[in-house]
């Protein structure tokens, strides 16, 4: 039969495109990829504000954004950007924040058999993604991008937040 030969060919890749598909439909793989991304964000804007430090600190006057992407080879080379640093850092942070979320979604499992409301995932993955939004503002305000510092600022009042994202 070969409706059925054609059915059963490339079954691996059938299934394995429905188990992402599967995956990516639920909100929890949703979420954490999406915060994956802002962790990665400031990752990158932390690179840019340490690209234009070593402009500053190699003489440039008032380098521009561009000048920062530009120059971040070379920031690197120079030992301004340091990926053992930035790893050791960017692996536990991740690791962190996936142990903490974990452990909220189990209170609020515990709370919801108990009928009581649910309320520490939502409190703990907004917490940890207004703290990540206000790291990339503030890098980028060090990046040269002047407008991000009045965003920080319009930031943490509204939401109570002192100095200092997740440095």
Avoid at 5 to 34: C, M, N, P
Avoid at 65 to 79: D, F, P, Q, S, T
Wanted: charged letters at 20%.
């Amino acid at each position: 039969m070969p409706v059925l030969d054609r059915l059963v060919d490339g079954w691996a890749e059938k299934l394995g495109v429905s188990l992402v598909v599967t995956i990516a439909y639920e909100d929890h793989a949703q979420i954490f990829a999406v915060f994956f991304v802002l962790v990665c964000a400031d990752l990158v804007t932390k690179w840019l504000s340490l690209s234009r430090q070593h402009l500053v600190d190699t003489g440039a006057d008032e380098p521009s954004l561009w000048h920062a992407i530009w120059n971040m080879k070379a920031a690197r080379r120079a030992g301004y950007i340091k990926s053992d640093i930035m790893r050791k850092r960017f692996v536990p942070k991740i690791l962190t924040y996936f142990g903490v979320v974990s452990a909220a979604a189990v209170l609020d499992f515990i709370l919801l058999k108990a009928h009581a409301p649910a309320f520490a995932t939502t409190l703990v993955i907004g917490y940890l993604s207004l703290t990540e939004f206000i790291s990339i503002l503030e890098n980028m305000q060090t990046a040269g991008i002047k407008e991000a510092g009045e965003l920080v600022d319009m930031a943490r009042r509204r939401e109570g937040i002192g100095k200092g994202g997740d440095k």
